[in-house]
């Protein structure tokens, strides 16, 4: 018996069929390395089927290399415009944007998940107000999972949560630890908070308060807070297998990596958008085309094995536990007085 799987908000297709929306028009090298990315992913995929969202022109290119029998497995909305690395995300929501539509497709069942190189910022808000966000969650985060001498590690937040509150810290462990059960198979996730140092107390207020937190609430799958960690803890592994930062030093620390890592392969380089209703990849503005394959493969990964239904499963009572608290403030787990 085949089994058929059905998207958040419709749309049937058969097992082992990924639909992904693509947006043609993200990234520093658009459309030149989306369209090599595409042809990558789709030649090396059977099962997959994209959904190009761009300029018609750019959406042939894919069409017209392919050989005639996977043309079927490619269709095309039209869009023309597009939010530049500069421009303010939030013009996605009130204009017609690659980006948007791309979130729309997810939303309307015609893809399964979406993928896009563009600003961050505007996929965040175009996912975040299209698809909506899992309960609870007050911002969502950018996990990207980074290969290790001792198994991956996963790094949240890379590039949402520049200003970073306490309670948006804490509910990205949450949502690290259950994505490192659900996806890198990681049995009771050790998650560490990043700081200036591993001696308890280390960091600022916020960090020194966020870590005060973590150890008194319990995490998803017999995950367990393991304290403070160091920036060479990623890239060599071994502390932990979550690390939580702020969007702004976990940014700044993933592209320090991805440039010593330049011209090797085996690092992911995509991130999965942790924290909203669907199936979200954003890669790197200046992806290859080998990147760009690679965040198509990962998120048809998201959709075949059910990634973000577990992670929402694994999180979601502590996630609107911690929400519905009201406060989780700095000044409290301190102790500090008014």
Not at 8 to 33: C, E, K, M, T
Not at 217 to 225: D, K, T
Not at 227 to 238: F, N, R
């Amino acid at each position: 018996m085949t089994r058929s799987d059905r998207s958040p908000h419709g749309g049937v297709f058969p097992s082992g069929v990924a639909r992904i929306a693509v947006d043609l028009l993200g990234g520093d090298g658009a459309p030149a390395v989306v369209v090599d990315g595409a042809l990558r992913a789709c030649s090396a995929d059977p099962d997959l089927h994209l959904i190009l969202v761009g300029p018609q022109a750019a959406a042939d290119e894919v069409i017209g290399a392919l050989a005639v029998a996977d043309r079927e497995r490619v269709s095309v909305i039209v869009v023309e415009g597009h939010i530049g690395m500069a421009d303010a995300p939030l013009r996605n929501i009130r204009r017609e944007t690659t980006v948007r539509a791309t979130a729309e497709a997810v939303y309307a069942g015609r893809a399964h998940g979406m993928v896009s190189a563009g600003s961050s910022g505007a996929a965040v808000a175009a996912s975040s107000h299209v698809l909506g966000r899992l309960r609870g969650v007050r911002r969502p985060g950018l996990a990207a999972a980074l290969p290790t001498p001792h198994g991956p590690v996963l790094l949240v937040d890379v590039g949402v949560t520049l200003d970073a509150t306490m309670l948006e810290l804490v509910q990205h462990a949450v949502l690290g630890a259950a994505y490192a059960v659900a996806a890198l198979k990681i049995q009771k996730p050790r998650v560490g908070l990043l700081s200036i140092g591993s001696e308890p107390g280390k960091g600022d207020r916020l960090r020194r308060a966020v870590s005060i937190a973590l150890s008194d609430i319990p995490l998803p799958a017999g995950g367990r807070y393991v304290g403070l960690v160091q920036g060479h803890d990623v890239p060599q592994g071994g502390p932990a297998d979550v690390v939580v930062t702020d969007g702004f030093t976990g940014n700044v620390l993933l592209k320090g990596i991805e440039g010593a890592l330049r011209g090797t392969r085996g690092h992911e380089a995509a991130a999965v958008l942790l924290g909203v209703v669907g199936d979200v990849v954003v890669c790197h503005g200046s992806a290859t085309g080998a990147d760009i394959a690679d965040g198509i493969t990962l998120a048809a990964r998201l959709h075949r094995d059910r990634i973000i239904p577990a992670v929402a499963g694994l999180a979601d009572d502590l996630l609107t536990e911690l929400s519905s608290a009201g406060g989780l403030t700095i000044r409290d787990a301190l102790g500090e007085r008014s």
